[in-house]
């Protein structure tokens, strides 16, 4: 658990559920347990935003795309209404994705979802960015091309707040760098 920021029941109780749905999962590119990622996505989050519901929303935010047993509903009564409707913003739509294709659908996402889910959301591309070096060139290529694509049109089309420009500075100056 992160030293630095400490940890609300709420969060404590996403944090254990979030590390139990994901265990024996890794990550494809890497092979480093799954939950290192989410772990990452949480410290990101509270960098920029202290409350427990973001906290606990940040540790899920995977949970019901990635995991069978794991719906809305489930979410919903285990850690509340307001964690799993930003749960479940962030939570991709597989048949509209494949007609719209990855970065039209998740740009037309990020500009219409919540200001809180789209804090996480930055939060995850952010992490997922940082993680660059451990995947394949072809990899890194694409997820660079769709990464760019994405921040260039989401700037333009929607208002950023503090939290949120704070985020996707960070992206933009790894996206310079690579």
Not at 36 to 41: D, I, S
Not at 65 to 93: C, M, N, P, Q, R
Not at 97 to 111: R, V, W
Request: include cysteine.
């Amino acid at each position: 658990m992160p030293k630095k920021y400490p940890l609300s029941e709420l969060e404590l109780k996403a944090w254990e559920f979030a590390k139990e749905a994901h265990k024996g999962v890794n990550r494809k590119f890497s092979g480093v347990p799954y939950f290192e990622h989410v772990r990452k996505v949480f410290i990101l989050v509270k960098k920029v935003d202290k409350r427990e519901i973001m906290g606990a929303a940040s540790l899920l935010h995977d949970t019901v795309e990635d995991v069978e047993w794991i719906t809305y509903d489930v979410i919903k009564k285990e850690f509340g209404k307001e964690v799993a409707d930003i749960v479940k913003e962030l939570t991709s739509k597989d048949n509209v994705l494949q007609l719209m294709g990855k970065q039209n659908y998740l740009l037309n996402k990020m500009i219409h979802m919540s200001n809180d889910a789209l804090i996480i959301k930055l939060c995850d591309r952010l992490q997922n960015l940082s993680d660059h070096f451990s995947s394949s060139d072809k990899f890194r290529r694409k997820y660079y091309l769709e990464t760019k694509y994405i921040m260039d049109s989401l700037i333009v089309n929607r208002n950023l707040n503090r939290p949120q420009l704070t985020v996707y500075n960070q992206i933009v100056a790894i996206l310079e760098m690579m």
